[in-house]
């Protein structure tokens, strides 16, 4: 009888620390055991959007997932009247929403030339690092070309692949079944 006593109590026991453990997790947050899902959209498909002539700006909220935002990753498609020479382009780091408070601008240069419909990684390097919080929201702004589609649009995916942010078109409209490509990337 003592064995199976003591048998019994092992088994509970073996049910009772593994419960403990998840309670001790849950009251100190589960950061350690499930990271933040990472800042970025890489499901690519073969539509891609711009403002048209004269230009305007795209947007794209994400939750940060790291201390430190110190550079943007975009794709973006070459049009057919992308320059031979070469295309500088902008995007600012914005807080919150399309109207919040810009926290970072930055160009990038896309060397030409380039063949129409080509995907172009574009990286933009932020002037300074920016600190952020974990699970904050920020908005990532493309300024279009002011001369239109045919120089580069930003691709984008339906389904809403990532769950973390929203996709804004040059309205400012917010796109519910759509996110751009981008990715935001710590300090490397």
């Known amino acids: 009888m003592a064995k199976r006593t003591l048998t019994t109590f092992i088994s509970r026991r073996q049910k009772i620390v593994p419960a403990f453990l998840c309670i001790v997790a849950l009251l100190f947050g589960c950061a350690a055991t499930h990271p933040p899902v990472k800042a970025q959209n890489t499901v690519v498909t073969g539509t891609s959007m711009g403002c048209g002539v004269g230009g305007g700006s795209l947007y794209q909220s994400f939750l940060a997932s790291q201390p430190r935002i110190s550079a943007i990753a975009l794709q973006l498609r070459a049009g057919g009247r992308f320059p031979a020479k070469g295309f500088t382009t902008t995007v600012r780091l914005r807080q919150e929403s399309p109207q919040g408070k810009v ?71 917010a796109m519910s079944a759509d996110d751009f490509v981008f990715q935001v990337r710590p300090l490397n």
């Open 103 to 173: 926290t970072a601008e930055t160009s990038a240069t896309v060397a030409g030339p380039v063949t129409t419909g080509k995907l172009l990684d574009v990286t933009f390097q932020l002037p300074h690092e920016v600190t952020v919080q974990a699970g904050q929201r920020w908005m990532i702004e493309w300024i279009t070309p002011k001369e239109g589609d045919g120089v580069l649009t930003w691709m984008m995916s339906s389904g809403d692949p990532y769950a973390g942010g929203q996709a804004y078109g040059c309205a400012g409209n």
